[in-house]
């Protein structure tokens, strides 16, 4: 395996250290104390073998911050047959913190490089695995020290330090980065594994084992909720399974599979702790994959297009939809086209064939790739209406890509400058970005409605949540802040023509609502839906990533509405998938009934 080193800087003159221990080496702070120095006479029983070295233990430290396992780093094949599992051996090498150049923001690995006088001293021996859950096991909520701030891990601002420049020391009862670190390197056991994700496309996966959990949800996966004094609960006690040592492969997994226990050695790569197994589990139990329709209703069956039989048959055909990601008609094609009124009357007509409901839509086109996404297909969002449940309130025109929709009409009589209208698409926030649709919506029985449909700026450039940089890079987070800010200026200005307007704002907000600092604008005025209809905060979630499920679609509704009470059901069509492949989006829809007179 070809290596590349950040920096490093080696004097000709070399200290060799003898009578050093694995617990010597690895110390109870991030980085080895002998980092750069050459130890003689080092030894350790061989636990495990992979492509690019092998692993050692050496005798148990009674500090728990401390590991008494080590990688040691070759590729070369006389190295790595020279010694099996199980051999106790002696040999020198140079101590170094090792992290690749091409990944700055990963933490360094304590390795053992360039091994030599390699001396068998016994073989056949046996190491006894860490047991988590029983000798050890990891903390809940919090990530790491650094991430100061009241909404911890997802604090603005991020990126304010270095675990590695700050080098402190470790304390693996109270965070869980440090309680993986302090395991590096050691062979571990999990036992009763669950899944709370699928597979990567490495054949990865994450699972929590047979030891406390927080945010557990009914499917047996782990919500992102908030922890003691409000503080945000990234659920640091889950680790990812990667490829296992022997070369078999990894099963198939999704949100709440039950595997066999797992056996193998504690590391770190590409920006996560990892398990590395020494053989691939087995699946054990598979949670059931009906997918619940919407409440008090009865699904219909009918070979059409999967979107269109999901609206058709677990959402019930509600009377108005917010979409998004709809592409224009010649999808990715960059050939200048912006309209997607072909895209929606197929969706329109895939949802007939099954409900015998015809919709009707509502949006305006952007201009020619200033919306982000792929280049050329310009996606939007829109609405889908039944026309025999509600109109659009006639009297303004529909606005055009770079119209700014004002909110205009007398005390308590709002009304909109476009209808249908973008939101502020003059504001440098929503450069590269979905613009906001706004709509002005009346019911057959006379009430009025308005709607914001949204799709913030993604998360790309973002860092991992087990990243060196604290709290993690979530970006572009001041652009999604300025984007809210923008939205929540625009709500208050209907709120005050009228206090009890009917208003819903949502859509995919690409953030979770417990960074507060972004969503405080908007939540000042508008309250989140699933806590007006009283959803557990565990089964709070429309999208599963990493370890945690979680929740990026929201929608927000103004005082008259959460007066009056209302309904609402995160549908898990895509996410209690039974596999990977079996999805077709990453995002699970919902549905809700509202109250407006």
């Not at 006479?41 to 690019?52: E, M, N, R």
């Not at 307007?501 to 309250?527: H, M, W």
Request: neutral net charge; hydrophobic residues 40%; proline residues 7%.
């Amino acid at each position: 395996m070809t290596k590349l080193y950040s920096l490093f800087f080696w004097s000709c003159c070399v200290t060799a250290v003898s009578s050093v221990t694995i617990s010597d080496i690895q110390g109870p702070a991030w980085k080895s104390p002998l980092n750069g120095q050459t130890v003689q006479g080092l030894t350790g029983i061989v636990t495990a073998k992979g492509s690019d070295g092998f692993y050692l233990a050496g005798e148990r430290s009674k500090d728990v911050r401390v590991s008494n396992g080590l990688f040691v780093f070759s590729s070369a094949a006389a190295i790595l047959n020279s010694v099996a599992v199980g051999d106790a051996i002696s040999l020198n090498g140079r101590v170094a913190e090792f992290r690749s150049a091409s990944r700055p923001n990963d933490l360094s690995i304590t390795e053992l490089e360039a091994p030599s006088n390699i001396t068998i001293l016994s073989k056949n021996n046996a190491v006894q695995p860490v047991i988590l859950g029983k000798d050890r096991s990891p903390p809940t909520r919090l990530f790491s020290a650094l991430d100061t701030g009241k909404d911890g891990f997802l604090s603005v601002p991020n990126n304010s330090s270095r675990i590695e420049s700050v080098n402190a020391t470790l304390e693996p009862t109270k965070y869980g980065m440090d309680f993986w670190e302090s395991l590096e390197a050691q062979l571990v056991t999990i036992r009763k594994p669950t899944a709370t994700a699928f597979q990567n496309n490495f054949g990865e996966f994450w699972v929590y084992g047979d030891w406390k959990v927080t945010g557990k949800n009914a499917r047996g996966g782990i919500s992102i909720t908030f922890g003691p004094g409000g503080i945000p609960d990234g659920n640091p006690e889950t680790v990812i399974i990667g490829p296992p040592l022997d070369g078999t492969k990894n099963p198939q997994t999704a949100v709440g599979i039950g595997l066999s226990d797992i056996t193998g050695i504690v590391t770190y790569r590409f920006g996560f702790f990892y398990v590395l197994p020494l053989t691939a589990p087995t699946v054990v139990s598979v949670p059931s994959a009906a997918i619940p329709p919407v409440e008090n209703m009865s699904p219909k069956s009918a070979h059409i297009p999967a979107v269109a039989s999901h609206i058709g048959n677990l959402l019930q055909t509600p009377d108005i939809m917010f979409v998004q990601e709809i592409q224009d008609n010649s999808g990715p094609t960059d050939d200048g086209t912006v309209s997607a009124n072909a895209t929606l009357t197929a969706l329109v007509d895939a949802i007939a064939a099954v409900s015998n409901v015809r919709y009707q839509f509502a949006t305006v086109d952007p201009v020619n790739n200033q919306d982000g996404g792929q280049p050329g297909g310009n996606i939007r969002t829109a609405f889908l209406y039944r026309p025999e449940k509600l109109s659009l309130v006639s009297g303004s025109p529909v606005g055009g890509a770079l119209d700014v929709t004002k909110v205009t009409g007398s005390l308590l009589r709002p009304k909109l400058s476009f209808n249908p209208g973008r939101i502020d698409p003059l504001n440098p926030a929503w450069n590269a970005t979905r613009k906001p649709l706004v709509a002005h919506w009346r019911t057959a029985s006379g009430a009025d409605l308005f709607t914001v449909n949204l799709h913030l700026s993604s998360k790309g450039g973002s860092s991992s949540t087990q990243g060196d940089a604290r709290p993690p890079v979530n970006s572009p987070i001041d652009a999604r802040t300025a984007q809210v800010t923008s939205v929540a200026t625009f709500v208050k200005a209907l709120l005050a023509k009228n206090p009890l307007a009917n208003i819903v704002v949502a859509g995919d907000f690409n953030e979770f609502l417990q960074t507060r600092s972004v969503y405080k604008p908007l939540t000042s005025l508008l309250t989140d839906i699933d806590e007006v209809a009283g959803i557990p905060e565990v089964e709070r979630y429309s999208y599963v990533f990493d370890q945690n499920s979680q929740q990026l679609d929201h929608a927000l509704v103004s005082l008259a509405i959460r007066l009056r009470g209302a309904e609402f059901q995160h549908v898990h069509v895509n996410n209690w998938s039974p596999s990977l492949s079996a999805r077709i989006s990453d995002h699970d829809p919902s549905a809700g009934r509202i109250r407006l007179c």
